[in-house]
């Protein structure tokens, strides 16, 4: 129960020292000289005090004195005493972002720890901890012993890129229903006024400077591969921070790290300062950090290097000038390879061909007699083909409306001149795209217009991420990797920077698998090995100024509390009642005998 | 001798000075040589002759004696009573207690004493309890002369007595300067004072705070010639005690003053130095007035 923060009960205290002291200053004697102590021979001697240290006498009434001043001290603390047998129910919530972690052996996961330790030996509770990452999620069922709620806590790893207090406050809320107490474990103070009653939050935070990386990106498709490292330092007072670049191979196939740049980076408070560097083709993932800080967990990058996929197309296309055509417009991108034997893409003009299981087609419908359509063209923005594609000022030759013999394209429409379904997408199967083009090239300026390149880039990014394995390898915490398995793949496991692998269902053409912790994340599948990492960049987490220590909220002003305790002061006064009567008493019978108590 | 102590010598040799020793009841006496005693004295009537003490009258040597026999005689005549004064003066520290006038009163006392005898024509001798009983420096002139008195010793009288005693005269006139308080039995002092004196007087000289217990309250008694320490409370009930405790002791000394023939007598130093009555010591016909 409190003491301290009573006033009452302070100046109860302080008179304890005030009565200590009249009572020793009662007790001194007073020296006096006499000729002869030969005629207090029969004199009783004293049996209070004393120069010579027989024993320790201490006075009745001192005594009576002191408990009376004492009980009266406790009764203005407000005593209470529980009313219930039963264990109070108390949900925990725990931050879980990584900002937790600053500070080391006194961050505010360690001392939030410590505190909530003492509490929970101190309390009876019927515990359960909820984690607030970017989602809540709790760390197991309701305990009511404290060795069994410690033993959960060493679940709260605080890795997490965010936290969302406010769902997991909702969702203790949820659990503990109306009688349940809340604790809020976290680096920052409320962001909201805390209600009286059923919450409380402790903030185990402090103020600090951190820089950190909030960007990294690395791009090894054409040429040199380059990286870029965006760092801020957040902080009152710029700071210069060490930029170390390391690989863990080689070109040459080495497994020792290498470090391949150092820079001194020269940061202003709250700006990002981007970093580029070119590393050798063929490097593989390399680690960046920066010089160490209260915070660690932000001060390191991996990035896993990204070579280019290449969509093999075949042509299969009998009229001459279109294949020189799409032969031109193919040879004209990077990463197609118009050789290969099992291709991606299937570009023909013919109404039948073969083709493999995950092969899709373009097929150009040469519409004879074919009619220029001017527009306006209506393009699905939202589909992959119409990205960007601008057919203004486009002439599209193409069959009329009325032509009977026009082939309806089957599918999605994705251009349109009218009710004319110029380009489509028809999806027999999940891996599968037939797409149809109608067009007289020679009858058009399509193909002399920008709109033709972006469309073909467009068909074959799409394609390209749709080949099997993960569409970006590297990615933030909180983010989720998006992977397209091989056709076939029957088994998954994967393995994660915490380094427990676990079996993935693998049964669907994608995976998304979310990425709560940095680091190298590896998908084995039986018909390959995905790799892709995870980095802490997140500059709101990083900032550590809005971090604070402190406690809000009472649990004692909830109706709930008054009913689990009732006042005792009434105790406590009886009894310093029944010693003052006994200490008047003892008095009374002192003075009259002339005998001291 | 500090200045108070001188002060108070020559306030008491005043204040004798108005008075002298009665005669001893026992051996009534006049004059020198005014009585015949039937031992040896200083009378005309020639009774024998004894050998030379140190101290005898060279006078009464008798010279024809000596060129007879080439030692030195004395004649002694009947006996004069030759009126004396042994005053034995108690040199413990009780008797200088802190705070009190007694030690001022029992010097003023003696002196006033031993001016009562001057004015008597009776010779004194003056003793203070030092390590036994010492003659004080010129104690035999004239009190205004008196040397050393100091009250310093933390020997109690009947063990000075028993230690080394007074060489008192016969028949003289003895007086004790005390304050009689110490553990043990009077006779132990009396008897030996008493034996061949023609009168025994005490003159006891307390302090108001012997007189009187202390206030009530918690108090840390200490003896002042052992050092000895007790912590009381006092309350009524002990200031009662020690009225009676006082009351026994003083009753005790009188009656053994009774029984060796001698007179005692009580002052209050502080009333004593502020009145200077010495009625008491004329009621007990130690003293008249000159």
């Known amino acids: 129960m409190p003491f301290l923060t009573f006033p009452l009960a302070l100046m109860a205290l302080s008179s304890l020292p005030v009565l200590a002291g009249i009572y020793w200053l009662r007790n001194r004697y007073r020296r006096q000289v006499v000729s002869s102590l030969c005629l207090w021979e029969h004199a009783n001697p004293a049996r209070e005090g004393g120069r010579r240290i027989e024993k320790l006498q201490i006075p009745l009434l001192f005594l009576l004195e002191l408990l009376i001043l004492a009980l009266l001290a406790l009764g203005a603390t407000g005593p209470r005493a529980s009313t219930t047998s039963t264990h109070v129910p108390l949900t925990v919530v725990l931050d879980d972002s990584y900002s937790m972690l600053a500070g080391d052996a006194m961050s505010a996961r360690t001392l939030g720890s410590d505190a909530l330790t003492e509490e929970l030996h101190r309390g009876r509770y019927s515990l359960r901890f909820i984690l607030a990452g970017p989602l809540p999620q709790t760390l197991g069922a309701s305990v009511h012993r404290a060795s069994e709620a410690l033993r959960q806590l060493e679940g709260w790893t605080c890795r997490s890129a965010t936290a969302n207090l406010d769902a997991a406050i909702a969702l203790a809320a949820e659990l503990g229903g109306a009688q349940g107490r809340i604790l809020v474990v976290s680096d920052a103070p409320p962001p909201f006024e805390i209600p009286s009653g059923s919450l409380q939050w402790w903030a185990f935070g402090r103020a600090r400077a951190n820089s950190a990386f909030v960007g990294a990106a690395r791009n090894d498709e054409a040429g040199p591969s380059r990286c870029m490292f965006e760092v801020v330092h957040m902080g009152e007072k710029p700071a210069e921070v060490r930029l170390t670049v390391q690989t863990s191979t080689t070109p040459e196939g080495g497994t020792e790290p290498v470090t391949f740049a150092q820079a001194t980076l020269q940061l202003e408070p709250g700006r990002p300062t981007q970093h580029f560097m070119e590393i050798p083709s063929g490097t593989g993932p390399i680690v960046a950090s920066l010089s160490e800080d209260d915070l660690m967990e932000d001060n390191r990058v991996l990035l896993l290097p990204s070579p280019p996929r290449t969509v093999g197309v075949k042509l299969a296309v009998t009229d001459e000038a279109s294949r020189q055509l799409l032969t031109r417009t193919f040879e004209a991108m990077e990463g197609v390879d118009t050789t290969a034997d099992f291709p991606d893409l299937l570009v023909t003009d013919q109404a039948q061909v073969e083709r493999g299981p995950t092969t899709w087609t373009l097929r150009l419908v040469r519409d004879d007699p074919a009619v220029p359509y001017l527009g306006p063209f209506v393009v699905d923005r939202a589909h992959p083909l119409g990205e960007g594609l601008g057919l203004e000022g486009v002439i599209w030759a193409a069959a009329g409306p009325e032509e009977e013999t026009t082939e309806q394209l089957a599918g999605r429409p994705v251009v349109t001149a009218g009710n004319v379904v110029l380009v489509s997408d028809d999806s027999p199967t999940t891996r599968q795209h037939d797409l149809r083009v109608r067009l007289r090239a020679e009858l058009s300026t399509l193909t002399r217009s920008p709109a033709w390149p972006v469309f073909f880039w467009n068909l074959v990014q799409w394609r390209r991420a749709s080949l099997p394995g993960v569409e970006t390898l590297n990615l933030r915490t909180g983010d989720e990797a998006r992977i397209t398995l091989a056709m076939g793949t029957t088994q998954a496991q994967l393995q994660t920077p915490a380094g427990e692998p676990r079996p993935l269902p693998a049964g669907d053409e994608h995976l998304r698998i979310p990425l709560p912790l940095p680091g190298l994340y590896t998908l084995q599948t039986d018909k390959g090995l995905y790799s892709f990492a995870a980095n802490v960049l997140h500059a709101d987490e990083s900032d550590l100024g809005a971090a604070k220590a402190g406690k809000w909220g009472q649990w004692s002003a909830s109706p709930q509390y008054q009913r689990e305790y009732r006042s005792i002061l009434w105790a406590f006064a009886a009894a310093a009642l029944g010693l003052l009567v006994l200490h008047a008493f003892l008095v009374a019978r002192a003075g009259g005998k002339g005998v001291r108590a | ?290």
């Open chain 2, 1 to 290: 001798m500090d200045e108070p102590l001188r002060q108070a010598v020559r306030q008491g040799r005043l204040a004798g000075s108005r008075y002298a020793l009665s005669q001893p009841a026992r051996v009534p006496m006049g004059m020198i040589g005014s009585q015949l005693g039937h031992r040896s004295g200083t009378s005309v009537e020639f009774r024998e002759h004894r050998e030379y003490q140190p101290g005898d009258d060279i006078r009464r040597i008798d010279w024809h004696a000596f060129a007879r026999t080439d030692r030195l005689h004395v004649k002694l005549f009947r006996e004069e009573v030759n009126p004396h004064l042994d005053l034995l003066l108690d040199g413990s520290r009780s008797m200088a207690l802190a705070d009190t006038a007694k030690a001022r009163a029992a010097a003023a006392l003696s002196a006033a004493l031993a001016s009562a005898s001057l004015n008597s024509g009776y010779s004194h001798d003056v003793w203070i309890t030092r390590q036994g009983c010492q003659p004080l420096t010129n104690g035999r002139q004239d009190p205004l002369h008196w040397e050393g008195l100091t009250f310093d010793h933390e020997e109690s009288v009947d063990r000075a007595v028993a230690h080394t005693p007074p060489r008192l005269r016969s028949q003289s006139i003895r007086v004790l300067v005390s304050d009689l308080l110490w553990p043990g039995d009077p006779m132990a002092v009396l008897q030996p004072l008493a034996g061949n004196a023609a009168m025994l007087a005490l003159v006891q000289v307390l302090a108001r705070s012997d007189a009187e217990p202390p206030p009530r309250g918690s108090v840390r008694l200490v003896d002042s010639e052992t050092g000895e320490r007790r912590d009381l409370f006092i309350d009524a009930a002990e200031q009662q005690r020690y009225r009676t405790a006082l009351a026994d002791h003083l009753e005790s000394w009188n009656q053994a003053a009774a029984r060796v023939g001698a007179v005692m007598r009580t002052f209050i130093a502080e009333d004593l130095l502020g009145h200077w009555d010495l009625k008491p010591l004329v009621e007990a016909e130690v003293l008249k007035l000159h």
